[in-house]
């Protein structure tokens, strides 16, 4: 036994600053997790603040159009130089709220995507969420506010855009138009009970959805491509099995 010792000793030595290099790497992790969600809560309070603000200047907006501006037609020189003077005034504060609310959506798709990325659900799901493209489709009147995102998804659906693409996705696909456009009605629902983690990029995957709710989904991102601040995105046509039509 008396041989066995110097070997002990030996790794009794070294067994400590092993342990205390774990304990290190492992407070270094948590630092370094502990600043990025403080980041995030940054990140996701500057967002909170732009989307009320946001909605306070379309509050605003809406007002102003409600506003009972007399006819020019039935007042005097005087009135309507006067009324001219006003509605000018008007028109400017307007363009100011207009192109204020414009750099606040400039600033806060950003802002979301990062957020999300944090969250771990830049995915389908978070992407098509009501803190992303649904509401930046009730942002630029595609889409009318408080619904639910399957019934915002649906509005979205009835645009002339979204049918002039999805015509064009149909037609390529050698699929049939209705069968596509019905396929809309589950997409989140069906999102909501599959999609996880992060993708980076978006990704439409044939694997995992039928031909239907590919061509649904590639239509949805296609319309957004062309909005302010769009997600990248890309279709991952590789199929290890067969989905059916739905």
Known sequence: ??????????????????????????????SKLNEKMAKSNEDRQDLEAKLQR???????????????LPDLHIQTTAKKQERLALYEKEGQKLEKKLDELSNLLGGAFPVKTKTMLVDDYFNLRGALGPESIV?????????????????????????????????????????????????????????????????????????????????????????QSKWPDPFDWREDKTCDGDNGKM
Not at 56 to 65: A, D, G, H, M, P
Not at 194 to 217: F, I, K, M, W, Y
Request: proline share 2%; net charge positive; aromatic share 6%.
């Open 135 to 223: 509401y930046q489709g009730i942002i630029l009147g595609k889409i009318i506010s408080r619904v639910a995102v399957q019934d915002a998804l649906d509005q979205l659906s009835t645009t002339d855009e979204f049918i002039t693409v999805l015509d064009e996705e149909v037609r390529a696909r050698g699929l049939l138009f209705k069968e596509v456009a019905d396929s809309v009605g589950h997409l989140y629902s069906k999102l909501c009970k599959e999609a996880e983690g992060n993708d980076r990029t978006l990704t439409v995957r044939a694997n995992e959805h039928s031909p239907n709710e590919c061509a649904a989904l590639v239509t949805i991102l296609k319309v």
């Open 1 to 30: 036994m008396a041989t066995l010792r110097p070997f002990v000793r030996y790794t009794r030595t070294f067994a400590i600053p092993r342990q205390q290099l774990a304990l290190a790497a492992r407070k270094n992790r948590i």
């Open 54 to 68: 946001s909605r306070e200047i379309l509050r605003e907006i809406y007002i102003w159009s409600q506003m009972d």
